[in-house]
């Protein structure tokens, strides 16, 4: 197994998943052909069928499943996900909705991880957000994972010592300081999945008060808030509309022949 190494610079996506409209051999043959890459058939998952696994030089890029559970499913994971979001961005700009996505930023500091610890713990008590914390040896080498929030929320946040996990798989090369905090987002509802479909990695930060807050407090940096769930018409609004649609044509009559919409609301009852 590969690692590029830490991204210092800013967030990136290391994880997306994406529903596409559209036929499954023409995504993949699109990713293929953009990336450089080639398609073979593979397993199904997630309660799909089968997939068409996008490689190239025996990397696999993404996986799009399908058969049997709705439009094709797109899932790109790690380093290949700076590859494959433009494509998707660019190719299937309004036909996919986002499930998911982790927005990552890497640090090289060999004691960042206690200080970015803290700063987790510190930002959890407002919104009383769960805390866990995991270890694990293998190959003699220990490695952290500090998680904010729980296993089932829309959105959540891990903080992990990425440069031992590496070693741990063998990648002895990584820098054994690396660490990477990332968000990991889960939109509910269309409009949310749709709304994700266009944020950029420095965005996805804003999708909660407090994971704004992570951002500032980790990473330095302000996020404009982003409303994941469009604001919900109070009820009388919906009614009018409800009612426009039904008696525009009446309403429009019943003006032309009182002459004023103070008459018309008086013929209504809701003028003296």
């Keep these: 197994m590969s690692t590029s190494g830490p991204s210092l610079d800013s967030p990136r996506f290391d994880w997306m998943q994406a529903t596409i409209r559209d036929d499954v051999d023409l995504i993949a043959g699109t990713l293929a052909e953009t990336l450089g890459g080639v398609v073979e058939t593979g397993r199904g998952l997630n309660g799909y069928r089968a997939s068409r696994v996008v490689k190239r030089d025996e990397e696999t890029l ?33 036909e996919h909705e986002v499930t998911r996505m982790d927005s990552a930023q890497d640090f090289d500091d060999a004691s960042g991880f206690d200080r970015l610890r ?21 190959a003699g080498v220990r490695s952290r994972t500090v998680y904010l929030g ?8 891990r903080l992990y010592e990425k440069g031992r996990f590496e070693h741990q798989q063998g990648n002895t090369d990584a820098p054994v300081n690396w660490l990477r905090l990332e968000v990991q987002v889960r939109p509910k509802g269309r ?30 940096v302000e996020v404009e808030r982003v409303a994941m769930q469009p604001k919900r018409e109070p009820d009388y609004a919906r009614a009018i509309a409800a009612c426009r649609r039904q008696y525009a044509d009446s309403l429009r009559r019943a003006l032309a022949v009182e002459g004023s919409w103070e008459k018309v609301g008086q013929l209504l009852g809701v003028l003296p």
């Design 62 to 94: 993404a996986r799009v499943l399908f058969g049997g559970n709705g439009n094709p499913h797109l899932i790109a994971t790690g380093a290949a996900s700076d590859d494959v979001v433009p494509v998707l961005r660019a190719e299937w700009p309004t």
């Design 118 to 138: 803290r700063v987790m713990v510190n930002v959890s008590e407002g919104p009383n957000l769960s805390v866990t914390e995991i270890e694990s040896r293998k």
């Design 191 to 220: 409009d949310a999945r749709t709304l994700a479909s266009s944020l950029d990695p420095h965005e996805a930060w804003g999708v909660s008060s407090w994971t704004r807050d992570l951002a500032r407090d980790a990473m330095g």
């Design 150 to 157: 729980s296993p089932s929320s829309r959105v959540r946040a």
